[in-house]
């Protein structure tokens, strides 16, 4: 009885690893500030990968093999950012990262990663960020740049030369007022002031009455939320009725919300083509993966999907999409994201090579404006 017992024993103990053997995991981190001011972004895309991960694995996974998941909440805050992102690396032996949500968190990962030979795919939208190249280091929001081209070229076709900066004092605010600086010089734009406010403060008043006194043809306000809704709506009861851009750091419905829509009645901003997919041609090539994308978010967490847990979707399959063609090393999944091109993700169709670790341009965006408490196309 005892011998049967023993044989039966390692029988179970062959199958077992057999199993194991035949059902490797492929680990993914992600990095989202989930809670805190910067939960409007983090909250979606940690939502975003979740479901996409659930969806992968009950389809079979990738290649085979079963997508753990590590996700983890900065709370925004640039600390724990880098030292979650170790844990994923030392503890949890991640494969990649996903996050972190924004400019200034992954700034501060980005040592990290380069020296532990991770591929990260930042969330955040700085320019510095991927510019210059870092070997691990990728980005799935467009850079800054593009964005404040973006509003640039609209506003030429308006005749606003006149411009009128209000940024926020962080790593994203900082990032877009320096390019917005170089490219009007570049593009016949006159700055006529340049105010800058906290991520904290609760009342523009003061930098919008310097504002007025410059007579600006518009107003660019750059940062996210709740900062720029505040601007809105000092504009508002101060009477100004100069044209206002924001980035596309609130190109969400919660902007709308937060500013009230008859305050944002009329706000121009570039926008991924997600917030206006149900009007765009139905020939883009985004058309069909954005609906998707929206209906199954809805339908999984009740409430319409947004830009920023685009960043997460578009990261999610830049990676996938590296293992399927390369490999699930960190290595392989480096060198299978540069190989990418022509990828269609949410925020826009991705080109990457070792110089280009972005692979976004102009046609990322749309110039959207708020009417009647929704957004319409800019004309």
């Not at 467009?142 to 009128?164: C, L, M, P, S, T």
């Not at 020939?283 to 199954?296: F, M, V």
């Not at 692979?359 to 957004?375: C, I, P, R, T, Y």
């Amino acid at each position: 009885m005892g011998r049967l017992v023993l044989i039966v024993s390692v029988l179970l103990l062959i199958v077992t690893a057999a199993v194991a053997q035949a059902a490797p995991t492929v680990r993914i981190g992600g990095l989202f500030a989930a809670t805190g001011p910067a939960s409007f972004l983090g909250e979606p895309e940690r939502n975003t990968l979740e479901m996409l991960v659930q969806e992968m694995n009950a389809a079979g996974g990738v290649n085979g093999a079963k997508i753990e998941l590590f996700i983890y909440d900065t709370q925004g805050d640039v600390t724990k950012a880098v030292q979650l992102a170790t844990k994923l690396i030392k503890n949890d032996k991640v494969v990649a990262i996903i996050g972190p949500s924004t400019t200034g968190e992954s700034m501060a990962v980005i040592p990290l990663a380069q020296r532990e030979r991770i591929p990260l795919i930042s969330c955040a939208a700085g320019v510095k960020i991927t510019e210059p190249v870092k070997a691990w280091v990728f980005k799935t929001p467009a850079n800054d740049q593009v964005a404040a081209e973006k509003i640039y070229n609209y506003a030429a076709k308006k005749g606003q030369k006149r411009i009128a900066l209000l940024t926020v004092s962080d790593s994203f605010g900082s990032s877009g007022r320096e390019q917005l600086k170089a490219l009007a010089a570049k593009k016949g734009f006159t700055i006529v002031a340049d105010e800058v406010f906290s991520p904290k403060d609760t009342d523009m008043t003061p930098q919008l009455t310097k504002i007025r006194a410059a007579n600006p043809a518009a107003i660019i306000c750059w940062g996210t939320n709740p900062g720029p809704a505040v601007v809105t709506r000092n504009m508002r009861q101060l009477g100004i009725i100069t044209p206002l851009y924001q980035s596309h750091g609130v190109a969400s419905k919660k902007f709308i919300e937060l500013a009230g829509a008859s305050s944002a009645e009329g706000v121009t901003l570039p926008a991924g083509k997600l917030a206006v997919y149900d009007i765009i041609s139905k020939k883009d090539p985004q058309a069909k993966l954005l609906r998707e994308y929206d209906q199954a978010y809805r339908k999984k967490y009740g409430v319409e999907a947004s830009t920023f847990g685009g960043y997460a979707y578009d990261g999610f399959q830049l990676v996938l999409a590296a293992i399927l063609n390369s490999g699930a090393t960190p290595g392989k999944i480096r060198k299978g994201i540069e190989q990418i091109h022509k990828m269609v993700g949410v925020s826009g169709v991705f080109t990457m090579s070792p110089t280009e670790h972005n692979g976004l341009d102009l046609s990322a965006f749309e110039m959207v404006q708020v009417s009647k408490g929704d957004w319409v196309l800019a004309r």
